[in-house]
């Protein structure tokens, strides 16, 4: 998807978006910090996008990849904008009838009446063959 001409990238990406540089015969993945000089455009390099936390709002984070031409000269841009969806599965821990969000119940199980933890079921029959 580079442009003609591209012989190196750049990236840069807000606070909340962590993105990895892996190419083709290297063993090692690069962390991109929030701005890097450049990395040269091999067939087979791969960036990585990644979010730890979910959003405020929509759009609020952004990767931008600048390619530049031999001797440096900027060539085009090309952005995305990221989202981060937070998903969690809170539980009735303490069985008590309330979902809670951090009940230090949820880290463990204990049977019976009295006991604290999640209860799951799970239909594992065939439906269909």
Known sequence: AAPAGAVSFGVKHTEGVSVEVACRGRAEVESAPSSRTRWPL???TVLRFSMSRASTEVNDNKVTVSFYAEGGQPINQAGVFLTGIGISLDVDADRDGV???????KASWTWGPEGHGAILLVSCDKESP
Request: negative net charge; glycine residues 10%; proline residues 10%.
């Open 42 to 44: 091999d067939e087979g």
């Open 99 to 105: 979902v809670e969000k951090n009940n230090p119940n």
